[in-house]
């Protein structure tokens, strides 16, 4: 089966740097992927990750450690506008299931 | 241009009633998936097609049937609603081919509220 486990909710300051984390344990790993949700809105596709190590993507970057199933998510110069809910998700590799978590609701402060 | 779209944005009905979710997309992805996001948000898996065939059905009550007349298109067809469906539904595509690492692009959502 697969477990995804990130904190419900954060709190962070605009300007500064936030680390949402993302543990899973899941069979036929096949990539994690982290989407962002605003209130009302669909999901959009922030990054992924398949193998270890991290990907940047402007203020964005998301980091892998396969054997440790851990991911995070990391967010710079934090603007209000990034408030939102940020969703880890595993893809497994048998018929391209996606299992996600429940999500991370970030609160940026002024 | 919609890249995924749903209709409707949102559906109140009764109890009992059947109800259908259209959703198409223009990105010519090969697969494409129905979510249930409930009140404390939980984006769950229902379905998904790939090329018009069914490749996953998860436990999903079987009042809950989808159709895919081509691979532009997924439509959910729900028979004697109950009150626990009532969330967010989601339609979402990717281009995923032998398993490889593509992101998915959701649908606007569709809020069915059942009273």
């Known amino acids: 089966g697969q477990n995804i486990d990130q904190p419900t909710e954060m709190t962070a300051t605009e300007g500064a740097i936030v680390q949402i984390n993302c543990t899973y344990q899941?069979?036929?790993?096949?990539?994690l992927f982290w989407y962002q949700q605003h209130a009302g809105e669909a999901p959009t596709f922030l990054s992924y990750?398949?193998?270890?190590g991290l990907e940047e993507k402007g203020r964005f970057s998301s980091f892998l450690s396969r054997s440790k199933g851990y991911s995070y998510l990391l967010l710079k110069e934090l603007q209000m506008k990034d408030s939102a809910s940020y969703l880890c998700?595993?893809?497994?590799?048998?018929?391209?299931?996606?299992?996600f978590g429940s999500g991370t609701k970030l609160n940026v402060k002024p | 241009d919609t890249a995924v779209s749903q209709t409707p944005k949102y559906l109140v009905t009764q109890m009992g009633n059947d109800k259908s979710i259209k959703c198409e997309q223009n990105?010519?992805?090969?697969?494409m998936y129905w979510y249930k996001q409930d009140s404390k948000k939980f984006l769950k898996i229902m379905f998904s097609?790939?090329?018009?065939?069914?490749?996953i059905n998860e436990t999903v009550p079987n009042r809950f049937s989808p159709k895919s007349p081509d691979k532009a298109h997924l439509n959910l067809h729900i028979n004697s609603l109950e009150l626990g469906d009532s969330a967010v539904y989601f339609c979402?595509?990717?281009?995923?081919?032998?398993?490889?690492?593509?992101?998915?692009?959701f649908g606007p959502g569709t809020r069915l509220t059942v009273t």
């Open positions: 979402a595509s990717s281009q995923d081919r032998s398993g490889g690492a593509y992101e998915q692009y």
């Open positions: 990105l010519g992805h090969d697969t």
């Open positions: 097609y790939n090329n018009k065939e069914l490749i």
């Open positions: 990750n398949v193998l270890d």
């Open positions: 998700a595993v893809k497994a590799y048998n018929f391209n299931k996606f299992y």
């Open positions: 899941t069979s036929g790993f096949n990539g």
